[in-house]
């Protein structure tokens, strides 16, 4: 394996590595480029399980020996780059707690009928925006029986390097697809009716029902629908969707951050469906 050892910040071959927080840029090269940055070994591992092409490695010097076996995955000719603790995490621009990052391709994107092909169980989500909220609903999709995910335009990246992490690799697991700008709503969800599935919209609405509702399982493919942090689904949506849907709640409490209410919807509806 290529073991290279780097100690200048400005060395061309870090490229891929650098000021991993400023969003904006990061979009724009990682967009060009077509990569993703993946931290932590797990994320990493299932990267790798997935058959997806790393390009290189980053490893603080202090966790090389730990990694050994992350090595030995990737094909011979891929750099491993090996770096200070401290100056690896100038580089990316936040303290390197996890000490591994590697640069992925991605693969080809997705038609939301591509994605939706063969599955039963669909997660539809609007306008999502925090990264980590991103990761977290691919988590729990992955783990309690979602079959896809479908992504309104405006929604961050399931590619983000946060969401990787916080989904632990899960975002490689699950088949996705993000609408184009003029197919949403309406053709996104046409796509989803001619393809058999009911829509279900997870709102406060006056018509809703309780998530356990035993007719909400009688459908046999169901797409779940789940808007973003501040303003939920838009008038378009709900208005599109077949059905309204809560979560009943105690204490006078309204609504759950989408991360909680998207596993407990996909536990009720999916995994004991």
């Known amino acids: 394996m290529a073991i290279i050892e780097v100690k200048c910040l400005d060395n061309e071959v870090l490229a891929d590595y650098r000021d991993l927080t400023d969003h904006p840029l990061r979009?724009?090269?990682?967009?060009?480029?077509?990569?993703?940055?993946?931290?932590?070994?797990?994320?990493?591992?299932?990267?790798l399980d997935e058959g997806l092409e790393c390009v290189s490695m980053l490893i603080d010097e202090r966790r090389l020996e730990s990694c050994a076996y992350l090595l030995e995955r990737v094909d011979s000719k891929v750099p491993i780059y090996v770096m200070e603790h401290t100056a690896m995490s100038e580089l990316v621009g936040y303290k390197v707690t996890r000490?591994?990052?590697?640069?992925?391709r991605r693969k080809p994107m997705l038609t939301v009928a591509e994605a939706i092909e063969g599955a039963r169980n669909v997660c539809v989500v609007e306008d999502l925006v925090d990264v980590s909220n991103v990761g977290a609903l691919f988590?729990?999709?992955?783990?309690?029986?979602?079959?896809?995910?479908?992504?309104?335009?405006?929604?961050?990246?399931?590619l983000a390097r946060r969401a990787i992490r916080v989904s632990i690799g899960n975002t490689f697991r699950l088949p996705w697809a993000q609408a184009e700008p003029d197919a949403w709503p309406r053709a996104t969800i046409a796509v989803l009716r001619d393809a058999g599935f009911a829509c279900y919209a997870l709102a406060l609405e006056d018509d809703a029902v309780s998530l356990d509702d035993p007719s909400l399982k009688v459908p046999e493919k169901r797409a779940l629908f789940f808007g973003n942090e501040g303003a939920g689904l838009s008038r378009a949506v709900l208005d599109a969707c077949d059905r309204h849907v809560?979560?009943?709640?105690?204490?006078?409490?309204?609504?759950?951050?989408?991360?909680?209410?998207?596993?407990?919807?996909f536990w009720e509806l999916f995994a004991r469906g």
């Open 27 to 47: 979009t724009r090269f990682e967009d060009e480029h077509s990569l993703m940055i993946v931290e932590t070994k797990m994320a990493l591992e299932v990267a």
């Open 139 to 158: 988590r729990s999709a992955a783990a309690l029986g979602v079959d896809a995910v479908v992504l309104s335009p405006s929604c961050t990246s399931p």
């Open 246 to 265: 809560i979560i009943p709640m105690a204490r006078g409490v309204d609504s759950l951050n989408v991360a909680a209410s998207s596993a407990v919807a």
């Open 99 to 104: 000490g591994v990052l590697a640069a992925f």
